[in-house]
């Protein structure tokens, strides 16, 4: 929903990776809109394009979709076949001769295992254009504070869900506040962190809280320790959840 840049500095320069929001065709018509209004803005002033794939599941109309997006433009053009570590890719051989058509290069490679990820970065380094870097060497993204929690939260909602609520979903952080230590109270450093889960009907409520509360209670801890391994603090994180029919004109 939001073009997102990872920043990678290597030996040989800094890659941005503007990481757009996924096409959707047939789904919940203002947010696919809004997602693929975002995706051609972001196909301007780009120096190569990376399209992502995933060789389980059929070249379909969202692919095709993605391709008529992407053919016209006259920069390099790198597929990427994600998921190298499955046994079974039953659509694997038609990637490849999609890519062998439309791309100047195909790397497989497995996002969840790490592997071959240096093959992309260094194919990517080669593509680019010379130019100074974007963003200062200790700089990860361009998302605030806010933005990625509300991220990760969303993350979590979804696994930890296991519904299918990607498109009736979203997350907004209200506060971040830094607690500084206490010694003669005995109080830890810590960030206080406020965030809602909004859905837009009262069912997806009932999904995301789950019997007892025991589904928004885990989506609560599992984000606090991710949170707390990234921040090296404790978090303390207000987590509720919300219907706004109306969050979609918000974003």
């Known amino acids: 929903r939001v073009n997102t840049h990872g920043i990678v500095n290597t030996e040989d320069g800094q ?57 016209g433009a ?11 570590d499955l046994r079974r890719r039953p659509y694997l051989e038609e990637y490849h001769a999609l890519g062998a058509d439309e791309f100047s290069s195909v790397i497989e490679l497995s996002a969840s295992e790490g592997t071959h990820v240096k093959s992309l970065l260094r194919a990517a380094v080669e593509a680019l254009p010379e130019q100074p870097a974007l963003y200062p060497d200790t700089q990860r993204t361009n998302l605030t504070k806010e933005q990625w ?13 296991r519904a299918e609520l990607p498109y009736e979903m979203t997350v907004v952080v209200d506060s971040i506040e830094e607690k500084a230590p206490n010694a003669k109270k005995n109080k830890p450093h810590m960030f206080v962190v406020t965030a809602r889960i909004l859905v837009s009907a009262d069912r997806y409520k009932k999904m995301l809280i789950g019997a007892g509360g025991r589904t ?32 979609l004109r918000k974003i």
């Open 149 to 161: 929690i509300a991220e990760l939260i969303r993350e979590k909602a979804l696994h930890e869900s």
């Open 216 to 247: 928004i209670k885990e989506i609560g801890s599992v984000t606090r320790k991710e949170l707390e391994g990234i921040l090296e603090t404790q978090v303390f994180l207000d987590l509720e959840v919300e219907t706004d029919a109306h969050w």
């Open 15 to 71: 890659i941005v990776f503007v990481d757009t929001p996924g096409v959707l065709k047939g789904t919940h018509a203002g947010l696919s809109g809004q997602m693929i209004d975002r995706v051609k803005t972001a196909l301007h002033g780009i120096d190569v394009i990376v399209y992502v794939v995933d060789p389980t599941k059929a070249i379909g109309s969202e692919e095709r979709y993605t391709l008529s997006l992407i053919r």
């Open 74 to 84: 006259t920069v390099p053009k790198i597929l990427v076949i994600n998921k190298s």
